[in-house]
């Protein structure tokens, strides 16, 4: 079973730039959520979804944005890369809001 | 006051000891209680959650909540060097979908 699957692992950005950290589950789950992990410091939720179609800020959204057109998939953008994004991100899913499943990570730097 | 605090160690014990990792949060509506383990570099793995006051055991593992005093804690009892990892405490409100993760507590057990 593949569970959660981000890509890419390990991303490179310089200010100002763009991108889309992919994120695909293949449990069928209706809950989806990206989080970030900073070095010492617990998982901040960015945006969570509940099913297709649904999405919701958590506690830093800004600087990103979602989509969940389909209950595998939940992209997350980032606009105008800075360095404060600099981070771990990780994908989770959930088929309750209570057990997550999360994703290897990507590790981003915003040089 | 943070929702979700947690020493964040690091707390260090000998092989065969007892670890106690504590967690306390704010909000009073809060009624589902997680632990998750996070080994370095690696994703975090639920181990543990709890809904109701008292203890909860699972082999080596013993969730604690007390939510008059909003608080809960992990037990490991006979502690081995494969259970060196920082443990993140997760809080979910009674009708969210969102978990708050306490910023973790790194354990490191010594043979």
């Known amino acids: 079973n593949a569970g959660v699957t981000q890509t890419p692992k390990f991303r490179i950005l310089k200010i100002g730039q763009s991108m889309t950290l992919q994120c695909a589950q293949d449990m069928n789950h209706n809950y989806m959520y990206w989080y970030r992990q900073d070095p010492g410091m617990g998982l901040k939720l960015i945006y969570y979804?509940?099913?297709?179609?649904?999405?919701d800020k958590g506690e830093v959204p800004n600087g990103y944005n979602v989509s969940r057109s389909t209950t595998e998939d939940f992209p997350l953008r980032l606009e105008l890369a800075a360095p404060s994004q600099t981070s771990v991100y990780f994908c989770?899913?959930?088929?309750?809001?209570?057990?997550?499943?999360f994703g290897e990570g990507s590790r981003l730097t915003v040089l | 006051q943070k929702e979700v605090e947690q020493n964040s160690g690091p707390l260090s014990v000998p092989e065969g000891a007892i670890a106690s990792l504590n967690c306390t949060y704010s909000d009073r509506g809060s009624q589902s209680f997680f632990w998750y383990r996070q080994y370095s570099g690696k994703s975090p793995e639920l181990i543990m959650f709890?809904?109701?006051?008292g203890d909860k055991e699972d082999g080596r593992f013993t969730a604690q909540l007390n939510k008059a005093s909003q608080y809960v804690s992990l037990l490991i009892r006979d502690s081995q060097p494969s259970d060196s990892a920082t443990y993140l405490c997760?809080?979910?409100?009674?009708?969210?979908?969102?978990?708050?993760f306490g910023k973790g507590t790194k354990l490191t057990v010594n043979p």
């Open positions: 709890i809904y109701s006051n």
């Open positions: 997760a809080v979910k409100k009674g009708g969210s979908e969102k978990l708050v």
């Open positions: 979804s509940v099913g297709a179609g649904i999405t």
């Open positions: 989770a899913s959930s088929p309750s809001s209570e057990e997550l499943f």
